[in-house]
């Protein structure tokens, strides 16, 4: 019977330490859409649009223990390429509250670089989405990002820079 104690607190003990990651809200910090050449940009034909599309992350711990925010931030402007006019630019950041418990210190700036941000950003896409068709467009739908591979790109970059700043 002692043995069976044994192993039930154990495996209590296990599930108590066991990593958790949970999106506990998201929500949007910031949208704004601007449409700058209406109503005339509606009336122009055959239109293909150079499209720039900006990505930043932000990540920053929270007073609540355990608690992290991280916030997609997207700029994207469409320009007519045929007359050089802003069709529109839509800036949102869109963000979300994490709980990370248990999660070894080496691996937390891969949770905040690439789990967390994948899971906002189809969330983030629709919001985006919406709002062009809002403003009286067709849906502008981003592509999906790999955020594993920025996160592997800008490790290895900074693994570069060290690598080649002189030492002392």
Request: with cysteine.
């Amino acid at each position: 019977m002692s043995e069976e104690k044994k192993e039930g607190a154990a495996q209590g003990q296990a599930q108590a330490n066991a990593p958790v990651f949970r999106l506990q809200k998201m929500y949007i910090k910031d949208l704004s859409f601007e449409n700058p050449a209406a109503p005339e940009v509606f009336m122009e034909k055959g239109t293909d649009p150079k499209v720039d599309v900006q990505l930043k992350l932000n990540h920053r711990q929270l007073a609540a223990a355990d608690n992290y925010e991280v916030s997609l931030v997207i700029t994207a402007k469409v320009i007519n390429q045929q007359n050089g006019k802003t069709m529109f630019i839509i800036e949102l950041e869109h963000a979300g509250i994490f709980l990370l418990q248990h999660i070894p210190a080496e691996h937390m700036p891969a949770v905040l670089a690439v789990e967390c941000p994948t899971l906002l950003f189809p969330f983030t896409r629709q919001i985006i989405s919406q709002a062009t068709v809002d403003g009286g467009f067709v849906p502008f739908l981003m592509d999906p990002v790999n955020f594993l591979g920025l996160y592997e790109n800008t490790r290895r970059q900074q693994q570069q820079q060290q690598a080649a700043a002189p030492t002392q």
